[in-house]
């Protein structure tokens, strides 16, 4: 379940994201906030999960509002002004929704947020420390989206687009190629392993018949080219009996 608190200054907008908080399962209402100066308080004194925030607000609007906080819960910004987008983005939104929305959009920002939400969850249980967590933003469409790369499991070209698989979210398009993003990406972690892939090296289940097998299900075939390097990294992380 995801404490959260909703902020924005009109009512009938507020009215709206606390009825489909309602009918979210994984969602609970913590607060109702008709200005960003009053959640201040409720944050200092609850365990709060994600906000809902609207940007253009009187007093404090929802970007600088973000920027104050010191210990941030995990950001929908909702607004109509789609020119705030990538300023949202680069406050470490999970998203961005432009009124008017309905359900469908409200439903699928706050999956996505639960997903990360269960991600980090996940690190902290198992004593890994997510303050360190590295993101890269990549362009899709007309969305600026925001990636954690722990989360990425592998990267596929198709001709001149790159598809990311994120155990969070769905794949996301963007234009590029393995090599670029191949450096921004931290080489002891991901190697690629053939001409069309590069993978997760920490997501990996199986290796069988030449192929590797990602979280269990995925098969991603190993280039011939490719097989000294990744033969090497798995005899010095392998355990022979002699």
Known sequence: MMHCIAIDDEPLALKQIIGYISKTPFLELTKACSNAMEAISIIAENDIDILFVDINMPDLN???????LNQKP????????????????????????LKPFGYPD??????????????????????????????????SEYRTIQIIIDSITHIES????????????????????????KEKLPS?????????YIINLKKISAIERGQIIINKSTRIPIGEQYKEEFQEYLEKHSFTKK
Do not use: C, W
Request: a positive charge.
């Open 158 to 181: 198709r001709s001149e687009y790159l598809r990311i698989y994120s155990e969070v979210d769905s794949p996301v398009m963007t234009l590029g190629s393995l090599k670029l993003i």
């Open 74 to 97: 995990l950001v929908i910004f909702t607004t109509a002004y789609s020119e705030y987008a990538i300023e949202g983005f680069r406050v470490d939104a999970i998203d961005y929704l």
């Open 188 to 196: 002891e972690h991901f190697m690629r392993i053939h001409r069309s």
């Open 106 to 139: 409200f439903l699928k920002s706050a999956e996505k947020a639960y997903r990360q939400f269960k991600l980090i969850n996940t690190a902290h249980s198992s004593g890994n420390n997510l303050s360190d967590t590295k993101y890269i933003f990549v362009k």
């Open 62 to 68: 929802g970007l600088d509002f973000v920027r104050s």
